[in-house]
T-cell receptor, first 112, second 115 residues
Framework: SQQGEEDPQALSIQEGENATMNCSYK?????LQWYRQNSGRGLVHLIL?????REKHSGRLRVTLDTSKKSSSLLITASRAADTASYFC????????????FGKGTKLTVNP | NAGVMQNPRHLVRRRGQEARLRCSPM?????VYWYRQLPEEGLKFMVY????????ESGMPKERFSAEFPKEGPSILRIQQVVRGDSAAYFC?????????????FGPGTRLTVL
């Protein structure tokens, strides 16, 4: 079954606005990661947040993790047209499994 | 430091042919993972390998698919007797030898089209 589920499925905003994407998961985790994928390209790792962390920043990215609600959010501030891409959350399993389980992603469009 | 390399980037096969996808992990990485992505979907785990060992193949179809990561050379994902449903993007990822760094670094993918 799907572990990470992102919402919304698609998001369209204007340049300069903030974009918030959410991810929910089902089982306990060691960490949660966010990846970005430009159309037809590979995945770029954005940020990893561990299960004992609540918030993490990297440049214009802010990730939160609420393990009690099994959810995470990715905030991109002051968006740019170049941020247009699909964003995926991926979780691992606390059972020691190293495989990542991905959601279907949020397709973000930033209009100039 | 070169990233994860995959080749070919695009592969076209007719039904019944074999497809071989190659993945060279980042330097110093001895863990390799293969994922498949169907159009408009997220990535689905297929197999996790270390050098000369398959650690977890729970996501691999039981028939026609196999993977290896030899002592020397790239990891290979092999699909025999391809069918149209095998058309997808196949991504390889690698991670370092030591635990504690859980980030997987992805290659650009191989897009397989089965005619």
């Amino acid at each position: 079954s799907q572990q990470g589920e992102e919402d919304p499925q698609a998001l369209s905003i204007q340049e300069g606005e903030n974009a918030t994407m959410n991810c929910s998961y089902k089982t306990s985790i060691n960490n949660l990661q966010w990846y970005r994928q430009n159309s037809g390209r590979g995945l770029v790792h954005l940020i990893l947040i561990r299960s004992n962390e609540r918030e993490k920043h990297s440049g214009r990215l802010r990730v939160t993790l609420d393990t009690s609600k099994k959810s995470s959010s990715l905030l991109i501030t002051a968006s740019r047209a170049a941020d247009t891409a699909s964003y995926f959350c991926a979780t691992d399993g606390k059972g020691g499994s190293e495989k990542l389980v991905f959601g279907k992603g949020t397709k973000l469009t930033v209009n100039p | 430091n070169a990233g994860v390399m995959q080749n070919p980037r695009h592969l076209v096969r007719r039904r019944g042919q074999e497809a071989r996808l190659r993945c060279s992990p980042m330097k110093g990485h001895s863990h390799v993972y293969w994922y498949r992505q169907l159009p408009e979907e997220g990535l689905k785990f297929m197999v996790y390998l270390q050098k000369e060992n398959i650690i977890d193949e729970s996501g691999m179809p039981k028939e026609r698919f196999s993977a290896e990561f030899p002592k020397e050379g790239p990891s290979i994902l092999r699909i025999q007797q391809v069918v149209r449903g095998d058309s997808a993007a196949y991504f390889c990822a690698s991670s370092p030898i030591f635990k504690g760094t859980d980030t997987q670094y992805f290659g650009p993918g191989t897009r397989l089209t089965v005619l």
